[in-house]
């Protein structure tokens, strides 16, 4: 019932910046939730961000400062906008959301987007 698309992935040097975005569609009612995760080569996947239909913000310890997570919630579309990238942020990232499909929220949804690889390199 829901798709999400992912774009905006690529190589960038030390230091450069790239924006991510993630949209949504199918038949829902509402979105509530919308995070990003990654996981490098090697490691464990991590929540990176994760902002509320209200535009409450959370980040890891990690990224805060140089990671911005946004939303339109109009064209339910997620973004992430990545400053100050260091070779420790390549990864591949993932949009996740959680939503509704009725309007009494008796019937919800997870959803995940495929993934969009983030190369950090000189």
């Known amino acids: 019932q829901v798709q999400l698309v992912e774009s905006g992935g690529g190589l960038v040097q030390p230091g450069g910046s790239l924006r991510l975005s993630c949209a949504a569609s199918g038949i829902f009612f509402s979105i509530n939730v919308m995070d990003w995760y990654r996981r490098a080569p090697g490691k464990e996947r991590e929540l990176v961000a994760r902002?509320?239909?209200?535009?409450?913000?959370n980040y890891a310890d990690s990224v805060k400062g140089r990671f911005t997570i946004s939303r339109d919630n109009a064209k339910n579309t997620l973004y992430l906008q990545m400053n100050s990238l260091k070779s420790e942020d390549t990864a591949v990232y993932y949009c996740?959301?959680?939503?509704?499909?009725?309007?009494?929220?008796?019937?919800?949804?997870?959803?995940w987007g495929q993934g969009t690889q983030v190369t950090v390199s000189s």
């Open positions: 996740h959301v959680e939503g509704t499909f009725d309007s009494a929220a008796r019937r919800f949804f997870s959803s």
């Open positions: 902002i509320t239909k209200g535009g409450s913000t």
